[in-house]
């Protein structure tokens, strides 16, 4: 057996391999119009973020009901994102597009309706921009794992970097837009314009037919959904890295966000189009990020990545606060845009490539869920501070905390996943049958495996078995154990519970090929009289279930 003493649980069994090249997936034609659909979706969210943060400045002259702005639209993330990505792993991803962008239409409608009557008021706007994000937030994992589930997951990272792209494309020309259309037309032609965007996505997303993998087992329902994506993350050492590391970033960052209206107003005296301008260079740098970030990724560690984005953005957070040259906040607010991308599009590009198919929507949106949730906190937090502790002030504390981010960060784990670490594995037809005498629905199962272990292989065997034993949760069992038998020297059992016979087979589908070539390092050691033992709970009849 192979060293693998220094094997951690979440350790990949096969060698890393380098991304594709950052123009691949443009060559699918899936890709590109699944692309094309969500820069509209991007354009329209950014004109309502910062056309609906101008306009509240017009309507109340209150710090804390401008950052509400970005609350009201980034909250809904952190309320249904998760539950968005649960439903978007159980049903068919075109149909709940089609309706979520449904919601965001009519949210925009009667924004439209209400501006071109005059009767917008600060409260109004902050409920209907509210409904717009909910349509976003439950729509999100959805359309993130839709647009990459048409490429390899070697061509993934390429993917998030060109959706960085037309995100921020959309975060440069939307505000831009938004502000232009202020300032020289009226506050109502920017809804109407966020309208036609989402009605063309409808038209869009109704013409695109997905690929849709058959099923061999029923799906679960909504709460067993939610149950196994938390859990999938829960013993992930990558994933809870990586959402640590996207909270407590954004949380600090989304100070810059929040109060950039204010910034451009009260400190450089800008106009809407001013605003927009700011908006333009932040979303400019972005891009200028996401081009370079794939060969990045080549060249330097995630760490490196994180930590270079982290004092880039800290540093635009202070000239921001300090400076009231319009050209330097502008020059360090493109540095901001591409430190995003290398902190925020990194944890992304972890995320997508670190999850198995069959849960890839619901880790999609705990991401969002962190990372939207952070930008709502952290937009009302901001907003308050500003108040009490003036414009300033906020800004530079924020930039200290995100130094601070870093150091709470430090021993985090980030990688690269690749195919073969999370691509299903093949299963042995025998692992999959129904008993005949059961029905699925009986349970908890109980699953004992027995091992004999040469001395010289015990400390390798052990840390294979936890790695096992990590990857046999993240699928589905519970009070996962592994003993050493006293009476008899070298010989240890596995043993682990399953919540039904159903969701043993479920358990047994979403091996992934890495999973399987752990399991293959102990399969030597199986003793042969007792390779598996399978058993079920036997209720007593006519007693109370769980007596």
């Known amino acids: 057996?192979?060293?693998?003493s220094g094997l951690s649980p979440d350790e990949p069994a096969v060698p890393r391999a380098?991304?594709?090249?950052?123009?691949?997936?443009?060559?699918?034609?899936?890709?590109?119009?699944?692309?094309?659909?969500?820069?509209?979706?991007?354009?329209?969210?950014?004109?309502?973020?910062v056309g609906a943060a101008w306009i509240m400045t017009l309507l109340s002259t209150s710090p804390l009901m401008v950052s509400l702005v970005q609350t009201a639209i980034s909250l809904p993330a952190f309320l249904f994102g998760l539950p968005g990505g649960v439903i978007a792993d159980?049903?068919?991803?075109?149909?709940?597009?089609?309706?979520?962008?449904?919601?965001?239409?009519?949210a925009a409608a009667a924004l439209s309706v209400l501006s071109s009557l005059d009767m917008l008021s600060d409260w109004s706007l902050l409920a209907f921009t509210f409904l717009l994000g909910t349509g976003s937030a439950l729509s999100m994992s959805a359309w993130m794992v839709t647009i990459v589930s048409v490429l390899p997951r070697d061509q993934v990272p390429a993917a998030i970097s060109l959706n960085g792209i037309s995100t921020n494309a959309a975060r440069a020309l939307g505000p831009a837009?938004?502000?232009?259309?202020?300032?020289?037309?009226?506050?109502?032609?920017?809804?109407?314009?966020?309208?036609?965007?989402?009605?063309?996505?409808?038209?869009?997303?109704?013409?695109?037919?997905?690929?849709?993998?058959?099923?061999?087992?029923?799906?679960?329902?909504?709460?067993?959904?939610?149950?196994?994506?938390?859990r999938y993350i829960r013993h992930s050492a990558v994933l809870v890295s990586a959402l640590k590391q996207v909270f407590i970033f954004t949380l600090s960052a989304s100070a810059l966000w929040a109060l950039l209206p204010l910034v451009a107003k009260h400190e450089l005296g800008m106009d809407a189009g001013g605003y927009g301008l700011l908006m333009g260079f932040l979303g400019a740098g972005a891009v200028a990020g996401a081009l370079n970030l794939t060969a990045m990724y080549r060249r330097f560690p995630l760490r490196v990545l994180i930590i270079a984005g982290t004092a880039g953005f800290a540093l635009a957070t202070l000239v921001a606060a300090l400076s009231h040259s319009r050209w330097a906040v502008c020059g360090t607010l493109m540095i901001a845009g591409m430190s995003w991308m290398a902190v925020n599009a990194t944890i992304s590009t972890v995320v997508q490539t670190c999850a198995a198919n069959w849960v890839r929507a619901r880790v999609a949106s705990v991401y969002l869920l962190m990372l939207m949730g952070a930008m709502a906190i952290g937009g009302a937090i901001w907003g308050t501070l500003a108040e009490y502790l003036g414009l300033q002030n906020s800004l530079v504390l924020a930039a200290v905390t995100l130094g601070v981010g870093l150091i709470l960060t430090r021993s985090g784990r980030l990688e690269l996943g690749q195919e073969a670490?999370?691509?299903?594995?093949?299963?042995?037809?025998d692992r999959l049958l129904v008993p005949e005498q059961l029905n699925p629905g009986p349970g908890p199962v109980s699953i004992e495996l027995a091992y004999r272990v040469a001395p010289?292989?015990?400390?390798?065997?052990?840390a294979v078995a936890y790695a096992v034993g990590q990857s046999r949760?993240?699928?589905?069992a519970?009070?996962?154990?592994?003993?050493?038998?006293?009476?008899?020297?070298?010989?240890?059992?596995?043993?682990?519970?399953v919540e039904s016979w159903l969701d043993y087979l479920r358990q047994q589908s979403r091996t992934t090929q890495a999973d399987q070539l752990l399991e293959a390092r102990l399969s030597g050691m199986r003793c042969d009289a007792q390779i598996s033992r399978r058993y079920i709970h036997q209720p007593l009849a006519g007693a109370p279930e769980n007596n």
């Open 421 to 429: 670490d999370y691509a299903s594995a093949i299963q042995p037809t």
């Open 1 to 4: 057996m192979s060293d693998l």
């Open 18 to 49: 380098q991304p594709a090249s950052a123009w691949a997936p443009i060559r699918n034609r899936s890709f590109r119009w699944l692309w094309c659909g969500g820069a509209m979706v991007n354009l329209a969210i950014w004109m309502q973020t």
């Open 478 to 497: 519970k009070n996962w154990r592994l003993y050493h038998d006293l009476d008899e020297d070298g010989h240890y059992v596995e043993r682990f519970i």
């Open 473 to 476: 949760r993240r699928n589905g």
């Open 177 to 230: 837009l938004a502000g232009g259309l202020i300032a020289y037309w009226n506050a109502a032609s920017v809804f109407v314009i966020i309208t036609v965007c989402l009605a063309l996505v409808i038209v869009l997303v109704a013409a695109f037919t997905p690929r849709q993998t058959p099923h061999a087992l029923p799906a679960e329902n909504f709460a067993a959904g939610l149950r196994s994506g938390v």
């Open 456 to 462: 010289e292989d015990r400390a390798n065997f052990i």
């Open 90 to 106: 159980l049903v068919d991803r075109r149909k709940w597009l089609m309706m979520t962008q449904g919601v965001m239409l009519i």
